[in-house]
C-alpha cells in the first residue's frame, strides 16, 4: 500500500511540475534541492570526511552540465552538514589526471580545475558570497553586492576569516604517468563569517538558503611532463567545462535567482529521516519568483538598450492560481510587481535586481 501510495505522489508531482513548465523558458530551470542535517561530533577537516556523521550523510544528486544539455564527464557530488560553530562542506570530484598549478590566495583559481560554492542567504541575489579552491588547496574567495549584470561591487579583497579547508587525493598529484580515482575536500565555514550575508539568526534552523556549486573541468596539455589547459590551433584556450549541482540554463553561476535550496535540518542524519521536519518541498511562492526573475531578465536587457518596456506575459497560471505582473516606469528604472495568492504578501523586484517583499495591505 505504502508503494501505491508513493507511485500515486510521484505522478502527482510529475504532472505538477509538467504544467508549470509551461510558464518557463527553457534557461528558467526548475531548481534542485537538498537537506543538511545537523552534527553532533567533533569533524576533523581532513580532506577525507570519514566520521559516522559524513557516512551517513545523503549525497547530492550528481552534477549536470550547466546548461542542462550535455552529460559531465567524470561524476561530481557534495554532501553537507552543520552545528553551532560551522557549516561543513565535502565534496568528491572523480577525475583521472588530477593536477593544479595555481598557490597564490585570491587569484583566479578557476583558471586551474576547480569547485565553487556561491551563497546567497536570503535570496535576494545581492550581497552574496563567492569560494573557489584548487586541489592545491588555494583559495579564493569574495563577496559580491549583486551579480555581474547589475554592476556590482565585486570585493575581491575580503575574507572568508576562520574557514577551514583541506584536500585528499586518491591518486597522485601533476603526475601524467598513471590515472588517478578522485580528489575530495572539505571545508568548515564559520556561522560569524555567513553573518555578513544574511540578517537572520544563524544557524538556520528549519529554514532554506539559495546555493550553488560548481566544478570548473579543463581539457589539458602535456609539455615535459607538466599539465596545462588546452589550446586551440589559434592558440586561445579551449572553453572550460561547466558542471553543476542545480543546472543555471546558461553558461552564467552568476544568476542567483537559479541556485538550488538548501533546507537546514534540526535533526542529525542518523535520526530518523522521515521525520517530518525533514520533509521540504520548495513553497509555491518560489515559482511565482522564478517567474518573476525570467520577465526581469527580458526586461533588463531591453532596458540597457533604451527601448520602450513592456510585458509580453502579465497574466499566467502557477500552481492553478492566477497571478497578474505589474510594470512601473520610474527616473531611477523600472518595477516589477505581482501580489503572490500563496500568501499575504506582495513581491517586487527593481531596476537592480533586488528582490523584496511586504505585508499586502487587504484594507
Request: with cysteine; charged share 25%; net charge negative.
Amino acid at each position: 500500500m505504502k508503494l501505491k501510495v508513493s507511485i500515486l505522489f510521484f505522478f502527482i508531482i510529475c504532472l505538477s511540475l509538467s504544467a508549470q513548465s509551461l510558464v518557463f523558458d527553457e534557461n528558467t530551470p526548475i531548481p534542485r534541492s537538498y537537506t543538511v542535517y545537523k552534527t553532533s561530533l567533533k569533524i576533523k577537516i581532513d580532506g577525507q570526511g570519514n566520521e559516522t556523521d559524513w557516512q551517513a550523510a545523503p549525497w547530492s544528486d550528481p552534477f549536470v552540465d550547466i546548461e542542462g544539455v550535455k552529460t559531465p564527464s567524470y561524476k561530481t557530488q557534495m554532501k553537507m552538514l552543520w552545528d553551532t560553530e560551522n557549516l561543513y562542506v565535502y565534496a568528491k570530484l572523480e577525475e583521472p589526471h588530477i593536477w593544479g598549478t595555481l598557490k597564490q590566495r585570491d587569484t583566479v583559481i578557476f583558471y586551474n580545475n576547480d569547485f565553487e560554492i556561491f551563497i546567497d542567504p536570503d535570496g535576494d541575489t545581492h550581497n552574496y558570497i563567492e569560494f573557489e579552491m584548487n586541489v592545491l588547496n588555494t583559495l579564493w574567495d569574495l563577496f559580491l553586492t549583486a551579480p555581474y549584470r547589475n554592476d556590482p561591487k565585486v570585493l575581491d579583497h575580503w575574507d572568508m576569516k576562520g574557514v577551514q579547508s583541506a584536500v585528499s587525493v586518491k591518486g597522485s598529484l601533476n603526475d601524467p604517468t598513471d590515472i588517478d580515482e578522485y580528489w575530495s575536500l572539505e571545508l568548515a565555514i564559520p556561522w560569524n563569517v555567513l553573518k555578513e550575508a544574511s540578517a537572520a539568526s544563524l544557524p538556520p534552523i528549519g529554514q532554506f538558503w539559495r546555493m550553488g556549486f560548481s566544478r570548473v573541468n579543463w581539457d589539458f596539455d602535456l609539455q615535459d611532463n607538466r599539465y596545462s589547459r588546452k589550446k586551440e590551433a589559434g592558440g586561445n584556450y579551449l572553453p572550460e567545462h561547466n558542471w553543476v549541482w542545480s543546472t543555471q540554463g546558461v553558461i552564467n553561476m552568476h544568476e542567483p535567482e537559479k541556485w538550488g535550496y538548501v533546507f537546514f535540518s534540526p535533526n542529525t542524519p542518523l535520526q530518523n529521516t522521515s521525520a517530518l521536519t525533514d520533509t521540504f518541498f520548495i513553497p509555491q511562492e518560489e515559482y511565482l519568483k522564478w517567474f518573476m526573475y525570467q520577465e526581469y531578465r527580458k526586461l533588463l536587457g531591453v532596458f540597457k538598450e533604451g527601448k520602450s518596456l513592456s510585458l509580453k506575459r502579465p497574466q499566467v497560471k502557477i500552481h492553478h492560481k492566477s497571478i497578474r505582473l505589474e510594470l512601473s516606469e520610474h527616473k531611477e528604472g523600472f518595477t516589477l510587481t505581482a501580489k503572490s495568492p500563496f500568501s499575504n504578501k506582495t513581491l517586487q523586484i527593481n531596476t537592480t535586481g533586488k528582490f523584496t517583499s511586504y505585508e499586502t495591505n487587504t484594507h
